[in-house]
């Protein structure tokens, strides 16, 4: 198994190895899988006409879509690692969560990036409870 991480950032040519990699027919195994992550962009590369070849050779492919608003407030709790540490009451308030995702557009990354940088800024301001503005006010540093 071989995963390539971030490859949207392949150049034309490295599409072109894999195709010649991949290009095996076996009786009932293949030698090698793998596997491709990457940004959006990622799934229009490999639509561009000069990869059709190396693209038909992919056996299953998966686009991740944006949360919604409530994902996004399971996905914030599912990652709260303050209750692990034993405090009760959530971090964020309502509001702050809806700040949040539409801030994020609901992109998992963005909504990591964005919750860290309120918990480090709530950190420093010694804060128990953050709100609406310390989402608006860690945005503005990202």
Partial sequence: ??????????????F??????????MDSTDPA????SGQPHLRDKLLNLMHQA??????LKFNMTPLNKEETLHY???HDQLKLAGRDQDIFNQNA?????????GIPRLINALALKCLTL???????????????AASTEL
């Fill in 54 to 59: 190396f693209n038909q050779r992919i056996t």
């Fill in 122 to 136: 709530g950190a420093l301001e010694k804060k128990e409870l953050l709100t609406e503005e310390d989402v608006y």
């Fill in 97 to 105: 969560i809806e700040a949040i995702y539409k801030n994020s557009a």
């Fill in 33 to 36: 899988l793998f596997i491709l």
């Fill in 76 to 78: 914030i709790h599912h």
């Fill in 1 to 14: 198994m071989i995963i390539f991480d971030e490859a949207h950032l392949l150049k034309h040519e490295n």
């Fill in 16 to 25: 072109y190895e894999l195709q010649i990699i991949s290009n095996f027919s």
